[in-house]
């Protein structure tokens, strides 16, 4: 029984890994900045941003810093921003971000401006050369950008996407099978022993006085 846990538990660290561990570790460990960038500020518009790229940067995510005072009846389907990336007449990025996906950041509540963080990408192969990123503004109307700041990051890894549920059913067999290897284990070491059977009081196999 105590292998049947040892077992059990075994397979749920691998599930674990698979699931969270893996994604996680791919998305962070190895990443490095490669620029930032303002694109655009209160006193002016939008401006395009040139970076040098190479084989060793891929892939590569933009990561937008938005700040802003948004319409009260904003909708969540409109795209607040749209970004582009080209490189030799080849466009290799093109996506219009929303709200939906974007992680807000804490602001002064003395004011009505918010701050967001929305990323884009990522560009999966890059080759050695200059690319163009274009910001600029999505479909919505009234909205008031104060400023907006494009951070470049490569290296992070692209994980298998199918990694992770496969890793969250592995989790589940190796927890139930877990629990009921305990209960098992429980339910065998009740009673303290087996006791031999009383003999009858009558009959020819009856005890002896």
Same mark, same amino acid.
């Given at each position: 029984?105590?292998?049947?846990?040892i077992v059990?538990f075994?397979?749920?660290?691998?599930?674990?890994?698979?699931?969270?561990?893996?994604?996680?570790?791919?998305?962070?460990?190895?990443?490095h900045?490669?620029?930032?960038?303002?694109?655009?500020?209160?006193?002016?518009?939008f401006?395009?941003?040139?970076?040098?790229?190479?084989?060793?940067?891929?892939p590569?995510?933009?990561v937008?810093?938005?700040?802003a005072?948004l319409?009260?009846d904003?909708? *969540?389907?409109?795209?607040?921003?749209t &970004?582009? !990336?080209?490189?030799?007449?080849?466009? /290799? %990025?093109?996506e219009?971000l @929303?709200?939906?996906?974007?992680?807000?950041r804490?602001?002064?509540?003395?004011?009505?401006?918010?701050?967001?963080?929305?990323?884009?990408?990522?560009?999966?192969?890059?080759?050695?050369?200059?690319y163009?990123?274009?910001?600029?503004?999505?479909?919505a109307?009234?909205?008031?950008?104060?400023?907006?700041?494009l951070?470049?990051t490569?290296?992070?890894?692209?994980?298998d996407?199918? *990694?992770q549920p496969?890793?969250?059913? &592995?989790? !589940?067999?190796g927890?139930?099978?877990? /629990? %009921?290897s305990?209960?098992r @284990?429980?339910?065998?070491?009740?009673?303290g022993g087996?006791?031999?059977?009383?003999?009858p009081?009558?009959?020819?196999?009856a005890a002896?006085?």
């Open positions: 029984m105590l292998l049947m846990r059990f075994l397979v749920l660290l691998a599930g674990a890994g698979m699931g969270l561990a893996y994604p996680w570790a791919v998305g962070h460990l190895g990443a900045e490669i620029g930032n960038w303002r694109v655009q500020n209160a006193a002016g518009g401006r395009p941003v040139d970076a040098r790229l190479g084989p060793t940067d891929a590569v995510k933009a937008l810093d938005v700040a005072v319409p009260p904003l909708d *969540a389907g409109q795209s607040l921003l &970004i582009t !990336a080209a490189t030799q007449g080849r466009t /290799v %990025l093109a219009s @929303g709200l939906s996906s974007a992680e807000k804490e602001e002064s509540p003395q004011t009505r401006q918010q701050v967001y963080r929305i990323e884009a990408g990522p560009i999966a192969e890059i080759a050695e050369g200059s163009t990123f274009t910001v600029g503004p999505g479909d109307e009234g909205v008031q950008f104060s400023s907006v700041d951070i470049l490569g290296g992070a890894g692209a994980y996407q199918r *990694a496969v890793g969250f059913s &592995i989790m !589940a067999i927890f139930i099978g877990f /629990v %009921l305990l209960r @284990g429980r339910g065998g070491s009740s009673g087996a006791q031999p059977p009383q003999k009081r009558w009959g020819r196999d002896q006085p």
